[in-house]
């Protein structure tokens, strides 16, 4: 199948210790994109401050296949914003964004494309299911997605990673979206224009291990309610609203008691019981406020997302697509006067 009339296509990916599978990560997607006919491609790697191999051999790759480019960052400044740096370094009329460890799987782009050319602005993933992965983890992401939905006025659809097709004015829309705490699937949908799924098997990591823990998603979950909603801020008002008028019932309640039936000094426990219920809601409310202040303080400094530390560019599209030496072995020839010289034996010994 071609695709002629496609213009630029762009591929991110964001790496981080990744060097058990960014070989056959690139084998695969660079068979794939082989068989896809535009004018331009280029695949971005962001490596993410990896401490492994992951640089030397995208370093290797980038000498035989000059569709590459390598961002390289100053240090690992996570997923979110590794995606986003890719995002900035990706001219094109399509960029895809993909996972390194082979779970979304590139021979489904030109699908993508596909439901791109239909009309698309964003075709993002959808994973049919999440088998292979456990109970705890299917639950929670279960009550995420429910909580995450009844907050939030944007529609975030569940079951979808990173693994999607962005048009260029969609790239340019998220691009422009430069705030600190960045919950990646919820810009994605929030910058509008239409979008549709493409659902998809997920397959388990390829080699090496997922970077997210439990401490790490739950972080990621409150990311991602802080970010697009401030229905806790408002439930907490509410929950001081109902103990407020309560507490009015029973005052009203003391002050009738006291009055008909006098007043003797009881009522510890039920003190007790009041107290520590209403301060353990006031404290609950302090940090439901110090989450969002928090969020307010590091988007006032207003720093740069990341640093790049070396910014490779993909080769022009005039280069040869290999950049191998050619080395004569036996029985070939030199090129030029081959007429003239003996073939020259390369580590020959004689
Ligand atoms: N990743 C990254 N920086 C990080 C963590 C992860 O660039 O700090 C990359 C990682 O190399 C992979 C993708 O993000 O390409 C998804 O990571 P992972 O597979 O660990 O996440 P999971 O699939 O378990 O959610
Ligand atoms: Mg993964």
Redesign the pocket.
Known sequence: MTYSGYGSLAVV??????EAVVREFHARLSATLDGIECLRTTVVY?N?GSNDHTLGILLALRQQDPRIAIVNLSR????EI??SAGLDHADADAVIVI???L?DPPELIPEFLRLWQAGNDVVYGQRVSRRGETRLKKATAYLFYRVIQSLSRVHIPEDT??FRLLSRRAVEALRSLREQHRYMKGLFSWIGYSQVALRYERAP?SAG????NYPRLWAFALEGITSFSITPLKIATYVGLLIAALAFIGAALVFYKALVYGDPVRGYPSLMVANLFLSGVQLIGIGVLGEYLGRMFNESKNRPLYFVDEHIPAGRADEPRTLAIIVPDAGSTTGLDHEARPAVRIGGGS
């Open positions: 990916i964001p790496v981080y210790n990744e962001v993410d690992n400044f996570g997923k590794a995606l996972d390194a460890d779970q990673g990173d990591r291990a997922s970077k997210f």
